[in-house]
């Protein structure tokens, strides 16, 4: 869609990330993520993630925050949020009325879903199992070795 991308990932997938299109790719662990003035942030971990993402925030940019894999962080510098000027925007699907639920979805349809059928736009799989065996899906999914979606075939 046009953006410049930067993603953070754990060092095993940062090559795939490459192959995926993404313009910059930084191992999370990495004390400096090596970039700066970044306009918007997309953040599914949360916890010591959040004062890292308005490190690298230009002034005015904006954090959404979509998850919280981490948990919430253990204490929050509120001065970063305030000397950038930023916005830090909370949300989730599972907790808006259903016709919000609704006007998004035809939104996904109408704007989203075309762009698979010209391949603008891909799934990624990393693997599928049988239903029967998704506790090795599981497992699979908690080896943090996955590139993409884990399936469950019936």
């Excluded at 313009?23 to 970044?38: L, N, Q, T």
């Excluded at 690298?56 to 970063?80: D, E």
Aim: charge should be negative; glycine fraction near 10%.
């Amino acid at each position: 869609m046009g953006a410049f991308v930067a993603t953070t990932a754990s060092a095993g997938k940062l090559d795939s990330l490459r192959a995926l299109g993404a313009d910059v790719v930084i191992d999370r662990a990495s004390a400096d993520w090596g970039v700066s003035d970044v306009d918007v942030v997309l953040d599914v971990v949360g916890g010591d993630y959040c004062e890292r993402n308005f490190g690298v925030l230009r002034t005015k940019g904006t954090v959404v925050q979509v998850g919280t894999m981490a948990g919430t962080p253990p204490s929050f510098n509120v001065g970063l949020l305030m000397m950038k000027r930023a916005t830090w925007i909370g949300t989730t699907l599972r907790a808006r009325p259903i016709e919000e639920k609704i006007a998004l979805t035809q939104r996904f349809v109408r704007e989203v879903l075309p762009l698979f059928d010209t391949g603008a736009l891909r799934p990624i799989i990393d693997s599928r199992f049988a239903l029967d065996d998704a506790p090795a899906a599981h497992e699979h999914l908690e080896s943090n070795q996955t590139i993409g979606k884990v399936l469950l075939t019936l």
